[in-house]
C-alpha cells in the first residue's frame, strides 16, 4: 500500500467483551484456603507456627560476611554431625537443603551446637495414639509455639576499653600484610628449594 491512505477494511472485531475475565470468586476462595489450612495445622498436631527450624550462615561478600542470617535448610553433614539422619531430621521440624556445602568447619560446629540445642529442648510427640501411650506421652499441656524458633542475633560484645600495648605500637599492619603476601606467593618456590637441599645433603 503506498501514500497515506484510508484503510480498506478495518478488522476491529474481535468480541473482546467475551473475552474478559473476572475475579468475583476471590473472596470466598481466600476463605476457602484459610479453612484448609486450619484444618492442616489441626491434622499434623502441635508444631512452631513459623515453619521448620533454620541454619546460621554467613552473608555473601567481604562487605557483609560478619552478619549472621537465616539459611534455607541445614546441609546433609551438618546433620549427621549432630547424630541425625536427614529423614528423621524433617520428621521432628529441621529444614534440609540439599544445595548448600560447608565452606568452613567454624560453619559447621556452629550449626551442629544450634541442632543439639534444639534436640535438647524438643519434645517429639509420636501422631499414633498406641505409641503415645506406650510412651506415656501427650499432646495435653503442650502449647504451639507461635514465634520464630532460636532466632539469630548479630549483637555483639563489645571490648572494654583498655590501653594500648608497647608490642601493638610497634607493629606495623602494612608490612604484616606484605610479608604474608609474599610469603603465599614464593611457598612453592621456597618448598622446592627446600626439598633440592635435603636430597643434596643426602647425596
Known amino acids: ?8 477494511s478495518v ?75 536427614p529423614l528423621y531430621a524433617r520428621a521432628i521440624g529441621i529444614a534440609l537443603d540439599k544445595r548448600r556445602t560447608n565452606k568452613s568447619q567454624e560453619g559447621l560446629d556452629r550449626n551442629k551446637e544450634r541442632l543439639k540445642e534444639y534436640l535438647a529442648h524438643v519434645t517429639v510427640i509420636p501422631m499414633n495414639k498406641e505409641k503415645r501411650e506406650k510412651k506415656g506421652l501427650s499432646f495435653e499441656g503442650h502449647v504451639q509455639h507461635k514465634g520464630k524458633i532460636m532466632p539469630i542475633s548479630n549483637k555483639g560484645v563489645a571490648e572494654a576499653p583498655r590501653l594500648v600495648t608497647d ?33 643434596a645433603s643426602k647425596a
Open 11 to 85: 478488522h476491529l472485531r474481535k468480541h473482546w467483551q467475551g473475552r474478559v475475565k473476572t475475579w468475583f470468586n476471590q473472596p470466598a476462595r481466600k476463605w476457602r484456603r484459610h479453612v484448609n489450612r486450619v484444618k492442616k495445622s489441626k491434622k499434623l498436631g502441635l508444631r512452631p507456627a513459623q515453619g521448620s527450624l533454620k541454619p546460621a550462615v554467613s552473608c555473601p561478600t567481604r562487605r557483609y560476611n560478619f552478619k549472621l542470617r537465616e539459611g534455607r535448610g541445614f546441609t546433609r553433614a551438618e546433620i549427621l554431625a549432630a547424630g541425625l539422619t
Open 167 to 199: 608490642e601493638e605500637k610497634k607493629f606495623v599492619a602494612y608490612q604484616a600484610l606484605r610479608r604474608a603476601r609474599a610469603d603465599a606467593r614464593l611457598f612453592g618456590r621456597r618448598e622446592k628449594k627446600r626439598k633440592e637441599k635435603e636430597e
Open 1 to 8: 500500500m503506498k501514500h497515506n491512505n484510508q484503510l480498506a
